[in-house]
């Protein structure tokens, strides 16, 4: 839907050299910071570790609203829906 598949863009130049690009950030980028969190559960209590992956959605969505992303009535529906699960999820019996 967004028109990349079109033959504009699929013909253009820089597209191999802008792919390459970017499976070599994600490939190095990813690894890098799987590394570092493991690393950093490794050394850290289990309450820090599960705070830190709590908290990332959260940073994760400041930032997409920083750079001009909606959040909108759905999208809040959906995070109450998936914290609703966390905590059904982990509630003590």
């Known amino acids: 839907f967004s028109g990349f598949f079109t033959y504009e863009v699929l013909s253009a130049p820089t597209l191999k050299p802008a792919l390459l690009y970017m499976v070599i950030l994600s490939l190095f980028g990813t690894a890098i910071a799987k590394v570092m969190f493991n690393r950093l559960v490794h ?10 992956t709590y908290l990332m959605p959260i940073i994760a969505v400041f930032w997409g609203v920083l750079d001009g992303e909606r959040f909108g009535f759905l999208q809040a529906v959906a995070t109450l829906i998936i914290l609703i699960g966390v905590y059904l999820a982990h509630k003590r019996k």
């Open 43 to 52: 050394i850290a209590t289990p309450v820090f570790a599960s705070s830190v």
